[in-house]
T-cell receptor, first 119, second 109 residues
């Protein structure tokens, strides 16, 4: 059973370009979370998605950032018109049952991250 | 003020030493995770706790819900334990984590 797969692992974009980061959750997991880790800072929640639904996007910047988790295919975090401040590691995590999984003792699984560098 | 505070920020230990990393949180939580992140690498969830104590090999995690405090202990530390350890509180609605800023551990042979 493959873990959470993120790609690309490393992405370089020029200012103004678009960045697309993909996350394939573990098999059987329908809940996906995106987190951002800025240089020298801790992880910050961005968005929580279920298939075809955004459940909580309170951590997403209001402009240029969007996320989706379609019925088929990976979850995608899209950053339009990237700026240098977007340079960070973006981590995806998945769980099988969302918040219910916490109470049932199941845990959350992280991907290895996508490192975005804006030049 | 961060919802989750960790200490120490940096820690250097000799191989074999007993290590403790502390985490205090101010939010209501449904569970607390200890995560491990190696340099340039991904994140692994070591423990999920909602009460008491858990042990896995040389790692022990404890949580005191009343005091809103958790500790991660590493017994007989080894250079391969060198990593950043992150405390993450899973919020009451279960939607998101509140992360500590991490403790960077270096174990010297």
């Amino acid at each position: 059973n493959a873990g959470v797969m993120q790609n690309p692992r490393h992405l370089v974009r020029r200012r103004g370009q678009e960045a697309r980061l993909r996350c394939s959750p573990m098999k059987g997991h329908s809940h996906v979370y995106w987190y951002r880790q800025l240089p020298e800072e801790g992880l910050k929640f961005m968005v929580y998605l279920q298939k075809e639904n955004i459940i909580d996007e309170s951590g997403m910047p209001k402009e240029r950032f969007s996320a989706e988790f379609p019925k088929e295919g990976p979850s995608i975090l899209r950053i339009q018109q990237v700026v240098r401040g977007d340079s960070a590691a973006y981590f995806c995590a998945s769980s099988p049952l969302g918040d219910k999984s916490v109470y049932s003792g199941n845990t959350i699984y992280f991907g290895e991250g996508s490192w975005l560098t804006v030049v | 003020k961060n919802e989750v505070e960790q200490s120490p920020q940096n820690l250097t230990a000799q191989e074999g030493e007993f290590i403790t990393i502390n985490c205090s949180y101010s939010v209501g939580i449904s569970a607390l995770h200890w995560l491990q992140q190696h340099p340039g690498g991904g994140i692994v969830s070591l423990f999920m706790l909602s009460s008491g104590k858990k042990k896995h090999g040389r790692l022990i995690a404890t949580i005191n819900i009343q005091e809103k405090h958790s500790s991660l202990h590493i017994t007989a530390s080894h250079p391969r334990d060198s990593a950043v350890y992150i405390c993450a509180a899973w919020g009451p609605t279960g939607n998101q984590f509140y992360f500590g800023t991490g403790t960077s551990l270096t174990v010297i042979p």
